[in-house]
């Protein structure tokens, strides 16, 4: 682990090399995913049916499942998140970087649902399901959303580094989260497993450009625009008095 300055937190990989890695992925994901790969469709059959077996055997945990499905990590809880955090830094005066974190959240959206129009992939259907959802399958809405919810809020975090036991605690609960709602949504079998991965890549992606971007853009400084700025130090006009004498 390194740490790019004194004070923050350590990090693994720069915003460029993550948007990178997940760019890279994502598009072969997404290639394989247009194309039915057949070798990719059997491992998302397989997975679906094996826990679509245990969803209708185990009532209580599937009822469990919904619960944080379509409560905790629902999408639009997410989205909740995203606007006190960004109500929260209008509040302080950090406006641009407020507008920042709600554009992107939006174009978050944007491209999740421009994606499921544009390759139509139906979900997974069952003659008993234990649960419905609609429209297209790929990307995962629930996924990509707590990818990118849960990473602007670290980032914003990042910022202000709270401590390593606070921001231990943040990681954690926002690992949680992502891993946590990709996995309900597969287990009720709305979801094809390759959805799911698609949809934390591609929010991976958008949170690593967004930072990249914002911090190419001088947005580091702007971000700070409602604090206090330091005064300007100018050397006042030498008076008669304290002019040297010519030599």
């Known amino acids: 682990m390194r740490s790019s300055t004194p004070g923050a937190p350590p990090t693994l990989l720069s915003a460029r090399t993550w948007a990178l890695w997940t760019g890279a992925l994502s598009a072969v994901l997404l290639v394989l995913v247009a194309v039915d790969w057949a070798p990719l469709i059997s491992v998302d059959?397989?997975?679906?049916?094996?826990?679509?077996?245990?969803?209708v055997a185990e009532p209580g945990l599937t009822e469990a499942n919904q619960v944080l499905s379509d409560w905790v990590w629902d999408p639009w809880t997410m989205r909740a998140l995203i606007a006190v955090a960004v109500?929260?830094?209008?509040?302080?005066?950090?406006?641009?970087?407020?507008?920042?974190?709600?554009?992107?959240?939006?174009?978050?959206?944007?491209?999740?649902?421009?994606?499921?129009?544009?390759?139509?992939r139906e979900r997974p259907r069952w003659p008993d399901p234990v649960d419905f959802a609609h429209y297209a399958a790929y990307p995962s809405g629930h996924a990509m959303t707590a990818a990118v919810t849960c990473g602007l809020l670290l980032w914003l975090l990042a910022r202000r580094y709270p401590g390593p036991?606070?921001?231990?605690?943040?990681?954690?609960?926002?690992?949680?989260?992502?891993?946590?709602?990709?996995?309900?949504?597969?287990?009720?079998?709305?979801?094809?497993?390759?959805?799911?991965?698609?949809?934390?890549?591609?929010?991976?992606?958008t949170v690593a450009l967004a930072v990249l971007l914002y911090g190419r853009g001088g947005g580091w400084r702007q971000g700070h625009e409602g604090r206090p700025k330091p005064p300007v130090l100018r050397r006042s006009p030498a008076s008669p008095q304290n002019r040297r004498p010519p030599r």
């Open 45 to 55: 059959r397989k997975v679906a049916h094996r826990l679509h077996r245990d969803a």
């Open 87 to 120: 109500v929260a830094l209008w509040w302080r005066g950090q406006r641009r970087l407020a507008l920042w974190v709600a554009a992107t959240s939006v174009l978050a959206t944007v491209v999740q649902q421009g994606l499921k129009t544009a390759l139509g």
């Open 165 to 205: 036991r606070l921001w231990w605690a943040a990681v954690a609960l926002a690992v949680v989260s992502v891993l946590g709602v990709g996995l309900t949504r597969i287990y009720l079998g709305v979801h094809w497993i390759t959805d799911v991965v698609g949809g934390w890549l591609l929010g991976a992606l």
